[in-house]
């Protein structure tokens, strides 16, 4: 089904995924999600049509089993050729009570942050948000912030920096009347409250 015509919009993400085969769960990656279903990296064995459950954990919503059919595959040769990953597309056919609003709202989620800017002074954290969902730039010094957020193409939704750099971000920030939009992160530890906080933002 080529893009144009698909019912539901496709969102790029990197969700851990399990799906049962012959009563045994493999851990993938789902690679991109819709409202109907998803692409699930390295799950290229898996025969057309066959059925199988799948546990999604939609970050921030819980873990849901779903029943999916595979809809088509990619084989690695197919995969390279195309400049895509090896997997299979699954088409979603039957799912448990709530699991629908909290993909909706997911989506939601994962679409508005696609129109946001996020600044980062680290790039490992940088990675991690466009894993998220975020369009990401490396933060200039704090006397170019101002600047950079004034001529930024989209919104920037949030400046991400260590503690021992936010009361000079904050304070650059605020002289500029950009508004609260430092948050701290400081390891990996730190990155669900701030995806949070940057949801909460948009």
């Known amino acids: 089904m080529s893009g144009h015509n698909r019912k539901n919009p496709r969102y790029r993400v990197h969700l851990s995924v ?96 696609a129109d946001v800017m996020v600044m980062v002074t680290d790039e490992t954290f940088g990675l991690l948000l466009a894993a998220a969902g975020f369009q990401v730039a490396t933060a200039p010094e704090p006397d170019q912030l101002a600047a950079a957020i004034a001529h930024s193409e989209v919104p920037v939704a949030g400046v991400v920096v260590s503690r021992g750099q936010a009361p000079d971000y904050q304070q650059a920030t605020t002289a500029a009347g950009a508004g609260d939009v430092v948050v701290t992160m400081d390891s990996t530890e730190d990155f669900e409250r701030v995806l949070e906080w940057l949801d909460n933002e948009l």
């Open 18 to 113: 399990r799906f049962a085969r012959a009563r045994e769960f493999v851990i993938e990656y789902a690679e991109n999600l819709s409202q109907g279903g998803l692409f699930v990296k390295g799950a290229g064995s898996l025969g057309a049509l066959e059925e199988v459950d799948v546990e999604i954990d939609l970050p921030g919503a819980g873990t849901y089993t779903v029943k999916a059919e595979v809809a088509h595959t990619i084989d690695a040769a197919t995969a390279t050729r195309l400049g895509r990953s090896a997997g299979a597309g699954l088409a979603i056919t039957e799912s448990p009570p709530g699991f629908t609003d909290a993909l909706q709202a997911y989506l939601q989620r994962l679409g508005r942050r």
